[in-house]
């Protein structure tokens, strides 16, 4: 298991701005693809955008144009930049990691596939 620690949630009106954060902690060489995902009451959870080792992004169409997402592999973090929020963004937000690869206590090199899911972070937007 690689632990990922988010933050950054909460309570915004329509048309307002968060910022998500997603770390990755241990002894870290390599990390995979990263990203984030949703999930509102009664859906299911679905793909927001994530980006590539090379920086590479994706996003769900909804978001394009208002999310931006970046990574800084120094500090094994994932960033979510929300602006122009609207009400069909509120849900848990889940960050991902789809490979990892860290020394052992030993300082053996390990290569792991995942995905490794964070804990969520509620984002909601209502006026």
Same mark, same amino acid.
């Given at each position: 298991?690689?632990?990922? /620690?988010?933050?950054? *949630? ?5 048309? *307002?701005?968060? %910022? ?6 241990? %002894?870290?060489? @390599? ?21 590539? %080792? ?6 769900? @169409?909804? /978001?394009?144009?208002? +999310? ?23 849900? /848990? ?22 995905? +490794?899911?964070?804990? *969520? ?7």
């Amino acid at each position: 298991q690689v632990p990922l /620690v988010e933050s950054g *949630g909460g309570s915004v009106q329509p048309g *307002g701005s968060l %910022r998500l954060s997603c770390a990755a902690s241990g %002894r870290i060489y @390599d990390l995979g693809t990263m990203g984030w995902h949703r999930q509102a009451p009664g859906k299911e959870r679905e793909l927001v955008a994530q980006i590539s %080792r090379d920086g590479t992004t994706n996003y769900k @169409d909804s /978001v394009k144009g208002r +999310f931006t997402i970046t990574r800084d592999n120094a500090k094994k973090t994932v960033y979510l930049q929300m602006n122009s929020l609207k009400p069909e963004d509120t849900a /848990v937000y889940y960050c991902y990691l789809d490979s990892v690869g860290y020394y052992t206590e030993h300082d053996v090199p390990v290569a792991v596939r995942g995905p +490794f899911w964070g804990q *969520g972070t509620q984002v909601t937007v209502s006026s």
